[in-house]
């Protein structure tokens, strides 16, 4: 067993963990952190997707010894208990999930897309989110819901290229 | 008929009213948990005390178990229970229509993956390492996994030749099932059976096996009651389905075995049998300890059933002018191991086969056989996916043949309100197939591909992976039209239940609406409130979690929820405002029929009284539970499959424009588009969804999906191996939502969810073809079909 301690969501955890154990392993069996989901175990879905120090990263292709004295941030830690975070609010008004396993993940991907390239075009949502599948929505409005996030996080109100 | 609308896809949401009522773009009530993490899925679920299940599985698609031997397993320290089918203490076998699944393996195995004993250990490691040490010794079988072959028929190009089918079944071990392997053969006979025409085309067609895919893999939790019963929170489909069978493995009652919808990633279909729970039950029951059970990634592709594969001669007769004259069709679906819903996949692909044709002369056999193959059963599209992929492509050939556009040969041939269906049944709502078309012809077509300096390698097959700047790239455009039963057919006894509540709660007027239906991502859960809303006329709907404690709502599956439990949650609100009016008339001195329920009161449109309901019900809850059902249907003659077999049709049509880099045999599709009816769209938004998550899977299935199974072996069991769409491999679409109302279908709705995934890849192939001239009979296309290397 290994000591590693790492900061999720804004608070500091301390364990023992197994060297093997895999970063969303960690998250959601000993911390409880089950917002992140598991959808392929092969890293191909990017259902777990996390920031670690800022950055999107599947977290079943982290172990959580790689993740001590990291900043983790997950699904739960973005937003306020009072308002949603302006992806999440996008994801949910231009109806950009339906089961919502992706969600998570994809929410993830995104903030770290909006980061790099806060006005994304169309053809830049799509590649930056290329990691991360979803088998409901066929992806629209999962597209718009980007390009919605981006216009609301710059401020700017005006429609970006529709894709009707 | 009401008038056709047009949703424009991208227009700003429109919320009549807090919250939605019918026609709003209604928002998800669960969609605020799903963005923040915080809706509790299936395999969520945590309990302090559980233990974890595991399921060993065989490795052979065809053995004879010798012995079991769980010494070693149960020796491991943190096991509590190894079982086997000794421990199923009612019946041993279950299934969807025909009970021959074992729980756990009998005295064969007959698909790869097959479940043969349970561990139950304090952590899921221990378990899985428990597992491993069980002994089974197996008299290992040679599979069958031919579905022709499995039912003695000769395959077509050998039927003027040797036999191999019969030396295969000369076997003894290649009857699978004591009666047989023939799950059904359904004969459809109509008009001349002799007929001759001008033109005739044939064509043989090969649809591959494709998974549900959904994201979130099978997962459950079983505690086990004081009262000696069961507790088993699950992701599925139906819930009383689940709980029948689980009561006949179990030998319990139904008021033992209780079920509440956990919640569920995705469907598609793949969670309308049984997975873990049978299982997960045992453990709980014999270890008096809550147990969870979660398949991952490469189990889930072994723990559900897939979509039949199906091998198809089809033969299309027509005169000079276009006319369709006669059908002859001959399908075969593989369906695995056991029937699951084979019999109704069956009924499906023989019925619903020839398209939305009018087609006078018709013969068709269509036949689901039993091998040794994974399990097949229900996926989204259900039977009519993969012929469509067959019609369609005999449409396009057809039209070659006559020298006339393919749509105009479709438009010419196209069912409408009157026609005949090939079954014998006078369609009866709307059926605007050449319209669907005409629309898509009318809509505008992408941009050419670039050249030169413009291209976008991003835009181009193989994309960055810079294979072509244009060079072989050729475009192509198809069409499709889908044509699928909506709701369950041939007699089934459909039917849903709703209960609804009305009370003031906090000085607010609070529906709620409590129903079994599961929602699996569709969006049921919005159009319940939003139905409730709209008959009770308040703004607060509560969704109650979907359990047992109320009667069944049928399965989330053949696109009929939101007809069936919305026609029953809008019968019991009915019955609910009939009893609160009735209040009303003493207190206001009015008719009842004068009075309505709108803003939380009792309003008369004539003396302008609103009383609100706080005076009306005062302390009281005004309950109703409603079993509502669609006009029955019934089942086929056994020899002519002629009958009122289906209550209601869906119709959507595609056009798919793809590049195809005819050197390296790469697809790129460039643009999607699709028209569909759907009676009244309840909610437009999701309605919208529903067209672009169907249109992905029906792309998917025509390029890239495929469960490789060899001699009896799933070749690709990851999302390594088996490839879903990605952002990148599914384009942009265009979308028109007609709105023509079913006169028989609350609110006129017509279902929705698998219509687009039926047209979209036949669309695709379609557009393939034009591009390459190449045939292209077997879905999905690979590189190599269209390279001929």
């Given at each position: 067993m290994t000591r590693v301690s790492m900061r999720v969501d804004g608070v500091t955890y301390t364990d023992e963990v197994e060297?093997?154990?895999?970063l969303v392993h960690h998250l959601r069996e000993?911390?409880?952190?089950?917002?992140?989901v598991v959808g392929c175990?092969?890293?191909?879905?990017?259902?777990?997707t996390v920031h670690l120090d800022g950055q999107a990263v599947?977290?079943?292709?982290?172990l959580a010894v790689q993740a001590d004295g990291a900043e983790v941030t997950t699904?739960?830690?973005?937003?306020s208990t009072d308002a949603l975070h302006p992806v999440q609010k996008a994801f949910h008004e231009q109806h950009?999930?339906?089961?919502?396993?992706c969600t998570p993940g994809m929410i993830m991907a995104s903030i770290d897309l909006l980061k790099e390239n806060p006005s994304p075009s169309e053809d830049e949502v799509r590649e930056g989110i290329e990691g991360n599948l979803c088998r409901?929505?066929?992806?629209q409005n999962i597209v718009r819901a980007v390009q919605q996030a981006a216009r609301e996080m710059s401020g700017t109100s005006e429609t970006l290229g529709a894709q009707s | 008929m009401s008038t056709p609308t047009r949703?424009?896809?991208?227009?700003?949401?429109?919320?009549?009213?807090?919250?939605?009522?019918?026609g709003d773009d209604a928002q998800r009530p669960d969609g605020v948990l799903k963005v923040r993490g915080e809706f509790a899925y299936a395999s969520d679920l945590w309990m302090d005390d559980m233990l974890w299940g595991v399921t060993l599985r065989s490795p052979h698609p065809y053995a004879r178990i010798r012995s079991v031997d769980v010494g070693p397993a149960l020796a491991?320290?943190?096991?509590?229970a190894v079982l086997t089918?000794?421990?199923?203490?009612?019946?041993?076998v279950y299934g969807l229509?025909?009970?021959?699944?074992?729980v756990l393996a009998l005295?064969?195995?007959?698909?790869?993956?097959?479940?043969?004993a349970l561990v139950a250990a304090d952590h899921p490691d221990t378990a899985r390492r428990a597992a491993a040490r069980i002994v089974v010794d197996y008299d290992v079988w040679e599979p069958v996994t031919d579905a022709r072959a499995a039912l003695g028929h000769p395959t077509w190009n050998q039927v003027h030749d040797a036999p191999a089918a019969v030396t295969e079944l000369?076997?003894?071990?290649?009857?699978?099932h004591p009666h047989g392997n023939l799950v059904r053969h359904l004969k459809v006979r109509k008009g001349d059976p002799e007929p001759t025409a001008d033109v005739v085309v044939v064509g043989e067609y090969e649809v591959g096996m494709q998974d549900q895919a959904f994201l979130g893999p099978e997962s459950g939790l079983a505690v086990p009651g004081e009262d000696g019963g069961v507790d088993l929170y699950v992701a599925t489909q139906w819930l009383h389905v689940d709980q029948r069978q689980i009561c006949s493995a179990l030998a319990m009652p139904p008021e033992k075995v209780r079920l509440t919808l956990a919640?569920?990633?995705?469907a598609f279909g793949g969670r309308e049998d049984l997975s873990m729970h049978v299982h997960a039950c045992l453990l709980a029951l014999h270890t008096g300890k809550p147990v969870k059970m979660s398949y991952n990634r490469e189990e889930s592709f072994f723990g559900h059933v897939h979509r039949h594969p199906a091998t198809m001669r089809y033969e299309h007769g027509a005169t000079r002018?276009?006319?369709?004259v006669y059908v002859k069709a001959e399908i075969f679906l593989?369906?695995?191991?056991?029937?699951?819903?084979t019999p109704a996949v069956v009924g499906n692909a023989g019925t619903?086969?020839?398209?939305p044709y009018v087609v006078p002369n018709v013969h068709v056999d269509c036949y689901g056989a039993y091998t040794n193959n994974p399990p097949c059963g229900a996926m989204r599209g259900f039977g009519s996916v993969q012929t469509a992929f067959a019609y369609e492509a005999q449409m396009d050939a057809l039209a070659a043949e006559l020298g006339m556009d393919p749509v105009e040969l479709r438009c010419r041939n196209a069912m409408e309100l009157g026609s005949e269906t090939?079954?014998?049944?006078?369609?009866?709502?709307?059926?605007p197939v050449a319209e669907l078309l005409r629309r898509l012809v009318a809509m505008p077509l992408p941009p050419e591909p670039a050249t030169g300096d413009d291209v976008d390698l991003r835009h181009m097959p193989g994309g960055v992976s810079?294979?072509?700047?244009?060079?072989?790239v050729r475009r192509g455009v198809g069409y499709a039209v889908a044509y699928k039963n909506v709701?369950?057919?041939?007699?089934?006894?459909d039917y849903s239940t709703a209960r609804v509540r009305l009370e003031v709660v906090g000085g607010e007027a609070v529906a709620t609406v409590h129903t079994a239906?599961?929602?699996?991502?569709?969006?049921l859960v919005t159009v319940e409130q939003q139905i409730a809303r709209t008959e009770l006329g308040v703004d607060a709907v509560v969704v109650h979690?979907?359990?047992?404690?109320?009667g069944s709502a049928g399965?989330?599956?053949?696109?009929?929820q939101t007809y069936v439990t919305g026609g029953a949650v809008k019968a019991a609100c009915e019955a609910v405002r009939g009893r609160v009016l009735e209040r009303a008339r003493g207190l206001v001195g009015?008719?009842?029929?004068d009075l309505r329920l709108d803003g939380g009161k009792v309003v008369?449109?004539?003396?302008?009284v609103a009383l609100p309901l706080a005076d009306v019900l005062g302390d009281d809850a005004v309950e109703e539970t409603v079993e509502w059902r669609h006009r029955p249907t019934q089942a086929l003659?056994?020899?002519?499959?002629?009958?009122?077999?289906?209550?209601q049709y869906a119709f959507s049509a595609h056009r798919a424009v793809v590049d195809v880099d005819t050197e390296l045999g790469l697809v790129k599709v460039v643009e999607m588009a699709c028209t569909q009816d759907?009676?009244?769209?309840?909610?437009p938004q999701a309605v919208v969804g529903q067209i672009q998550g169907g249109t992905a899977q029906g792309l998917g299935l025509a390029v890239m999906e495929e469960i490789l199974v060899r001699d009896g072996r799933v070749q690709n069991p990851s999302f390594t191996d088996y490839l879903i769409p990605t952002v990148l491999d599914m384009p942009p679409m265009r979308i028109e939502v007609l709105e023509y109302a079913d006169p028989h279908a609350p609110y006129g709705l017509r279902g929705v969810g698998e219509a687009p995934n039926i047209s979209s890849g036949p669309a695709v192939l379609a557009a393939i073809r034009q591009a390459?001239?190449?045939?292209?009979?077997?879905?999905?296309?690979?590189p190599e079909h269209l390279t001929g290397t």
């Open positions: 060297p093997r154990t895999l000993a911390l409880g952190k089950v917002g992140t175990d092969t890293s191909n879905c990017g259902a777990c599947k977290s079943c292709t982290v699904i739960e830690g973005i937003g950009g999930l339906q089961c919502g396993f409901c929505t066929g992806y | 949703t424009p896809a991208g227009a700003p949401s429109s919320v009549g009213g807090p919250g939605g009522r019918i491991v320290p943190g096991v509590h089918s000794d421990d199923v203490p009612g019946e041993k229509e025909l009970a021959d699944q074992p005295d064969v195995v007959r698909y790869q993956g097959e479940p043969v000369s076997r003894e071990s290649a009857h699978l919640g569920v990633g995705g002018d276009g006319d369709l593989d369906g695995g191991a056991y029937a699951s819903s619903m086969g020839l398209g090939p079954t014998g049944q006078v369609v009866d709502s709307p059926a810079n294979t072509t700047h244009g060079e072989g709701a369950f057919s041939e007699g089934f006894d239906a599961a929602e699996v991502g569709q969006g979690p979907k359990d047992t404690a109320v399965s989330s599956s053949a696109s009929r009015r008719p009842a029929g008369s449109d004539l003396e302008g003659d056994p020899d002519t499959g002629q009958g009122f077999a289906h209550v759907v009676g009244k769209a309840i909610n390459t001239g190449l045939p292209l009979r077997r879905v999905p296309v690979r």
